[in-house]
């Protein structure tokens, strides 16, 4: 899957920039009072954790697709994308533009809301256990019966915590969302996701896929309500077949779900570190993320 000689997208180290903090999958970098840096790189993490190897051009696919999503969704709200193209993001930048050219965002500075908006319309992932042991999803009643990946009665909200790198995300209740972050931003932000969700899966069934599910965040720049991280990537969304669905069993998958299952075959404990995968769990992801990117946008990562 990666050779010596490709460019070590696993982590970035730019000279004359100050790194801010390393997420998950992206390097974040301050430019200047009012703009971020947002280096999107080849890391794969599954159930909060990093794993330990890379999987090659899949933070062009997540940049690139971001930029697709934020076009789309820009009537329905702002986003904090300014530019894409690293040459016009200033000298200190556009140095680096062997290593930052399609995997790059400069962004608004917001201050991020301190929890992430999850949209499903499908039973499945953690929705589908939470239903097994519950009969309902993060505090959602459900109707007894459902089957795995069935289309739920309706679109639900299910918000979780944001943890820091290396720890576990918390489901929470709407109230628990209000406590949080207020009742006036979780009302309008929760509104927002379900809208921004019926658009994206509406288009995505267009092109024969089925949105299940997916985690959206916003952040505020000067007191306006922003959509910022990525959008609709299959790193934070779950895309099927439409042609191919069937509710009751598992569902080819255009997302990191071939990983995630992948390690669920194995004994690991889904803490820190993970497992190495075989080439194949890897080459495999990453042909369905260029596939799905084609679907989406009808081209290739830039």
Known sequence: MTTDTETNALETELEGLNRLHQGKVRDIYAVDDEHLLLVATDRVSAFDVILP???????KVLTSLSEFWFEQTNELVQNHLV????????????????????RSMLVHRCQPLKAEFVVRGYLAGSGWADYQATGAVCGHPLPAGLEQCQ????????PATKAPTGEHDENITIPQLAHVIGPQLASKAGALALALYEHAAEMALQRGL??????LEFGLHHDRLMLIDEAFTPDS??????????????????DKQIVRDALVDTDWNREAPAPTLPAEVLEKTHARYLELHRLLTGGEPS
Do not use: C
């Open 210 to 215: 089925i949105l299940a599910d997916t985690k």
């Open 53 to 59: 190897q890379r999987l090659d051009g899949k933070g």
């Open 83 to 102: 530019e894409t193209d690293v040459t016009k993001m200033g000298p200190e930048i556009a140095q680096h533009a062997d290593v930052l050219a399609g």
């Open 237 to 254: 969304s779950r895309y099927w077949s439409a042609e191919n669905f069937e509710a009751g069993r598992t569902q080819d998958s255009f």
């Open 151 to 158: 289309k739920l009665p309706e679109v639900l909200l299910t």
